[in-house]
DNA sequence: CTGAAAGCGCTTACAG
DNA sequence: CTGAAAGCGCTTACAG
């Protein structure tokens, strides 16, 4: 014996074994039809009292695809570690995916650029069967790069500004472009955060929000200045950051120090909210009495400070999970189609409170 | 044209265009003696330019292996997103491997049983060609099943409880386990903390731990037990706790309800050291006068609470692209090796204070 | 209902 | 230095 059990087992040998062919084996274990029930059972149970799994690489060199999703994160875009939010993605995918026995492909690049690379270098590798496309951007290049590919994709969070429009199914080279999407209401979200901050009789309310060009990013920008008309406030705003801690600190701090300072902040990042916390301590100003304050996104950041913090709590996990299995109906032959996930939802805690005086 | 550039390039597209044999092109393209030097960069220009790439399903198939490597994380063990360290290893992982065109498939399974099913399957499958593994335990189930595999694979963190044995080359079946090691010194890192507590007048410290199976734990519970002793401590205890917010916070109150309560605590997660902020100042206490608090592995949550938490730092990033590449050493042939990586060292800040009289 | 054959895209001896 | 052939482990028409 030159390796024993290292050896990996083959339909072969399960063929041998149960006395049948190659072909009644590959049958019977993908449920097609031309083989016996009897037999079918047969070489079922053989197979997995036996440990067999079928070669991912002999399938997808045989067209059946290679099984596997592809997720590549461009940390220029949103910092990896920033929140949990993109490990929580991460576990809702894979849950989805395994569950049907589909691997997931993950790398981290640069910027969109080396993304589209990825993208194309996975395709071409047959590595992917298609992959999940996250912080959809304006005018993002790499969509023109699935449609190029005819690589299908599922877009977590919305494609585009305004929600209605479906760039996917509106490509001029029809049908080949097959991108679903998964969002979820960013534009209400922030609606509601700011009709419960106008309720307390906040009317100066500052959006410290993530780079422009993320798609949401501009729905709750958006958002903010439309629920602004229509309430009258006095001031509300909205400042871009890159996500980074410090952008947000001195984005605070340059709102606090203005001879008529905001009432409450809003804040896209988690860890800018937690840092803005201990800027405002430094001014002397006290949360929730001199400022309200709201984190977009809840983690257990959130939750350790003291006050707790608000925040849009979502099913983030749930969210990755719903994203895995519209691609994986897209795989299996499916229309591409743009689903709504459920809408995050403000908890307010300790950091919210009435407008001062 | 039934489906013009969406059908992939092979490698006998390039054989033709070039006017060679396949082979030649396999050979040009793998660096392989038996092609002269001007057909072998003709044949290079020709594939980078139309973009060509091999398909890791036929070289997988062809021997060659899956250019992949598995990571599985157990979500039982340690909690994921509870801090940034388990992304940012990733993170590094994916730098080192993708500098050599190696795949990262990753998986999130229950425990330890479902993440040996996992090598399992993605051994049979052929999906990888050597896996990371990580949150090395007592007694792992893991290793025999790597060995029974014959899968190389790294350890991050270290495999056995005093560092010095290693378990990979004791191995009966001797060369059948390739599992390289990359480990921290924790133990030392630990005898740092409380010597550095110990100066400045500490002599009761509590050590609210990890889960108990857990290497690393271990050796840290190990290490402050024996500086205890070496230090001659009032005293020094461990508590055990599954890294979760909550047991981290009653273990929190139980230690400072005591009569005699400790002067400083050490934390082996993050999030409970930045949720002990809060329970000890619902009790009054302050931060650092009253108590010392100390995070192992830093984050952005530790530099954002007020005071700031001193922490154990170290290159997250680094280390994942350092076991990395020793699991590229191990598939290139190289031997099975144990390195050390740069220990955490302790960065005090504000949370850490000479001892109450 | 079952078996023999071809092919997926590579690599690798093996002849020329 | 180059070409034709076999084989990796599957799937899929195509005969029996």
Chains 1, 2 share one sequence.
Not at 291 to 297: E, F, R
């Amino acid at each position: 014996m030159p390796r024993p059990p290292t050896q990996r087992l083959t339909i072969r040998d399960i063929a041998q074994r149960a006395g049948v062919s190659e072909s009644a084996v590959s049958l019977a274990l993908n449920d097609r039809p031309g083989v016996s029930p009897a037999t079918r059972e047969r070489i079922r149970r053989l197979a997995d009292q036996l440990g067999w799994r079928p070669s991912v690489a002999a399938r997808a060199l045989a067209g059946e695809g290679s099984a596997t999703v592809g997720l590549v994160f461009a940390r220029s875009i949103s910092p990896l570690g920033v929140s949990s939010f993109f490990l929580q993605l991460m576990v809702g995918i894979q849950e989805a995916l395994s569950h049907r026995g589909f691997g997931l492909l993950f790398q981290v690049v640069d910027g969109p650029d080396a993304e589209c690379a990825a993208y194309r270098r996975m395709w071409a590798e047959h590595r992917v069967d298609g992959v999940l496309v996250v912080d959809p951007r304006l005018d993002d290049p790499r969509f023109e790069v699935l449609a190029e590919l005819g690589l299908p994709a599922v877009v977590i969070g919305a494609l585009t500004r305004s929600t209605n429009e479906t760039e996917a199914e509106s490509e001029s080279d029809g049908g080949r472009l097959r991108v679903s999407q998964v969002w979820a209401d960013d534009a209400r979200a922030m609606a509601e955060i700011v009709d419960h901050l106008h309720e307390l009789g906040h009317r100066r309310i500052v959006h410290i929000a993530g780079p422009a060009e993320l798609a949401h990013t501009q729905r709750r920008v958006q958002s903010l200045r439309h629920e602004a008309e229509r309430l009258g406030l006095v001031d509300a705003r909205s400042i871009i950051t890159d996500y980074s801690e410090d952008e947000g600190v001195a984005a605070t701090v340059s709102v606090l120090a203005e001879r008529v300072r905001p009432t409450a902040i809003v804040y896209d990042s988690d860890v800018q909210a937690v840092a803005a916390l201990g800027a405002a301590a430094e001014r002397r100003l006290s949360v929730p009495d001199d400022l309200s304050v709201v984190a977009w996104d809840d983690s257990v950041l959130c939750r350790s400070t003291r006050p707790r913090l608000a925040a849009l709590v979502r099913d983030t996990v749930g969210f990755g999970r719903r994203a895995a299995e519209e691609l994986l109906d897209l795989l299996d032959g499916g229309p591409a189609v743009t689903t709504e996930f459920d809408r995050p939802h403000l908890v307010p805690r300790g950091s919210i409170g009435p407008a001062p005086a």
